[in-house]
């Protein structure tokens, strides 16, 4: 198992940025793609956005692209949300979370070990 823990999380106003950082323990970091989700009150777990274990790939759901930007520093065993543009929607508990199935899958049943979550609020 690989033990998670992200940090970062504030209350911004629309249009401002923030960084999330996501710490991973235990297992091989490395060897894992690795994603960021996030969740409303009242909703479902939405998938954000994911990096490929050697970060040569990404994949961010539609309304972030070209405001978020994922990041990751294997040898620090740490993960990056790099969020610019921020709107009254992005509010929500940001997790991350390790990849189990084949790249490509993000649904959060694809995904394994969790962090607690940190929050992000945009005020408008």
């Known amino acids: 198992q690989v033990q998670l823990v992200e940090s970062g999380g504030g209350l911004v106003q629309a249009g401002g940025s923030l960084r999330l950082s996501c710490a991973a323990s235990?297992?091989?970091?490395?060897?894992?793609?690795m994603g960021w989700f996030r969740q409303a009150p009242g909703k479902e777990r939405e998938f954000v956005g994911c990096?490929?274990?050697?970060?040569?790939?990404?994949l961010y759901t539609d309304s972030v692209k070209g405001r978020f930007t994922i990041s990751r520093d294997n040898a620090k065993k740490m993960m990056y949300l790099q969020m610019n543009s921020l709107k009254p929607e992005d509010t929500a508990v940001y997790y991350c979370?390790?990849?189990?199935?084949?790249?490509?899958?993000?649904?959060?049943?694809?995904?394994?070990?969790w962090g607690q979550g940190t929050q992000v609020t945009v005020s408008s």
């Open positions: 979370a390790s990849l189990e199935r084949l790249w490509g899958a993000v649904a959060p049943a694809d995904f394994g070990s």
């Open positions: 235990g297992r091989t970091f490395s060897r894992y793609g």
């Open positions: 990096i490929s274990w050697t970060a040569e790939s990404t």
